[in-house]
């Protein structure tokens, strides 16, 4: 299987709140054929749902040669999963022909509430399934906390249907839970074919391991948001090819699995001309896939 490149727009997200068409003008300009849309304005912490009828966004992307593969949407982070309008959203994305739905990420930080979270999961990607969507979730660090001899992300595996639940993998987030990203993807297999690519400066904001550092600091990661507050600085994020992700090695080994379908720039950092950046990094991409 051949990978395409891609953008999680949640790269240009500043500039998206200030002109939403004029900025996936310039995504389309930057080179970029697929992306995947982000449901939150981060200005106006309103939906774009909300404020732009489905039509329009479907003739832009038509206008512009873009094709919606994934939106990162669902309930706001801590709020209940099932209250969330998912009817809705599979009628607004579904008319753009988007048919993949990602969970941006679940606040677990326990046994107990990894299980809820799995069970609301299972539930909601029967949902998506029988309406002929994918339904996916997009990993962070905190998942990867142990307990016991397991990791919660070992728990959700565990508790989830492959047939109702598929993972997006954040690489660099992996490494920031002191993890192999190509041991994670092994142990997906199928269940995993988009991943998220950014790339981590070499001097960070904290240590690489942010759960290391947290478990020194007698930080048990009860509130994860806190925690990247704490952990994590947007320093810490730079243009692909210029910080620690080793792109070679790894994609040699992706490739070779042979299940990824889409790796997907999400570009963190700041820089002077996020265009610029989001161009270049399109360029590495393309080097490895």
Known sequence: MTMKAGINIFSVYRELGEDYFGTLQKVAEAGYENIELIGF????FTRYIDEIPMESLRDKCRELGLTAIAVHEGAQP??????????GLMSYYGGIGCERIVLPSVWISNREDTLRAAEQMNRIGKKMKDNGFGFYLHNHAHEFKSIGNETLFDVLLENTDPAYLKFEVDLAWVMRAGLDPVQVLTKLGERCDIIHQKDLAHELKGQLNILEAAEREGDNMQSPFEAYQKYV?????????????????????????????YALVENEGESADKFASIRQDLEIIRKYI
């Open 78 to 87: 801590g709020a209940d999963l099932l209250a969330n309008d998912w009817d």
């Open 233 to 261: 600085g947007p320093q810490d994020f730079v243009d692909l090819g210029t910080g620690r992700f080793d792109f070679a090695g790894v994609y040699e080994q992706i490739r070779a699995m042979g299940h990824v379908q």
């Open 41 to 44: 304005n981060m200005k106006s």
